[in-house]
DNA sequence: TTACTAACGCAACACTGTTGCATTTACAAA
DNA sequence: TTTGTAAATGCAACAGTGTTGCGTTAGTAA
């Protein structure tokens, strides 16, 4: 019976991620841990973690990976809302009420989107 | 006088990107290159064109960063379009003529955007 | 408490992208 | 055509990110 386990390491970074309102990267976790748990564990908990569908991950404009916790994917598991990053304080945040519509050409057949939009967030703007 | 000058690497990879039908990564045009001059080279080279106007960098949802070229940038300048990513063949295509709509919570200032959908392209569908 | 194995730490590695510096070379001016 | 300048290059070294293998630790079911 393979059966998952709840470490110290994965409770104290789901913690983080989820009470979090902006999306954190890798490093970002990994400074607020301060030695907790190896990087390499990092990982391996944000790769479990999204397995579960706790927290989903965004590939930022600039190529800079971020982990989000899934707040209405309870409901319905999409992640087809708008990510924002902002170019002043970096942080990216989800906008999950913001669905966008567009016409595709036919023969696509999507099955996954990825909206990020830069400016300045409400707090540097 | 700062002046720009042609040279072999900068023509041969501009041709490359601007010939292709899809956007490349830089791994794929140092193995197109096989050999002709040094990754650092490229690298400098894809960041003079991207000044120049004559290219555009894109960064795909797995994080990969690829480049096209600008076809309708001589008209208007923008990239607002929407970049497609086949998760069976991994091209990236340019959009060009799809311009998506949303509507934005007030306070946020938008000044760049990046849209990639997913999903199998013409060919592999 | 014990046994099983999920999860961990550590070392090593691959890939991507950047920087400094000496050398080469495109191109404008003589 | 030749020459001078600095744009562009090659090479070495480095930093950041992410992955893999393997021996060890520790969570949890029995």
Same mark, same amino acid.
């Given at each position: 019976?393979?059966?998952?386990? !709840?470490? @110290?390491?994965? @409770?104290?970074?789901? $913690? /983080?991620?989820? @009470?979090?309102? *902006?999306? /954190?990267?890798?490093?970002? =976790?990994?400074?607020?841990?301060? &030695?907790?748990?190896?990087?390499?564990?990092? #990982?391996? *908990? /944000?790769?479990? +973690? =999204?397995?579960? &569908?706790?927290?989903?991950?965004?590939? !930022?404009? $600039?190529? *800079?990976?971020? #982990?989000? &916790?899934?707040?209405?994917? %309870? *409901?319905?598991?999409?992640?087809?809302h708008i990510h924002? %990053?902002?170019?002043?304080?970096?942080?990216?945040?989800?906008?999950? $009420?913001?669905?966008p @519509?567009?016409?595709?050409?036919?023969? #696509?057949?999507?099955?996954?989107m990825n909206f990020t939009l %830069?400016? +300045?967030?409400?707090?540097? %703007?």
């Amino acid at each position: 019976m393979k059966s998952p386990r !709840n470490t @110290t390491a994965k @409770t104290v970074i789901q $913690d /983080l991620i989820v @009470t979090s309102n *902006v999306a /954190l990267s890798h490093s970002e =976790i990994q400074k607020s841990l301060e &030695g907790l748990c190896d990087r390499v564990t990092i #990982y391996r *908990v /944000l790769e479990r +973690l =999204i397995k579960e &569908g706790v927290i989903h991950k965004i590939v !930022n404009v $600039d190529g *800079v990976v971020k #982990y989000a &916790g899934c707040h209405s994917c %309870s *409901v319905k598991h999409s992640h087809n809302h708008i990510h924002f %990053s902002c170019q002043k304080c970096k942080s990216v945040t989800c906008l999950e $009420d913001v669905e966008p @519509t567009f016409k595709m050409p036919k023969k #696509y057949i999507i099955s996954e989107m990825n909206f990020t939009l %830069s400016g +300045l967030c409400p707090q540097c %703007s």
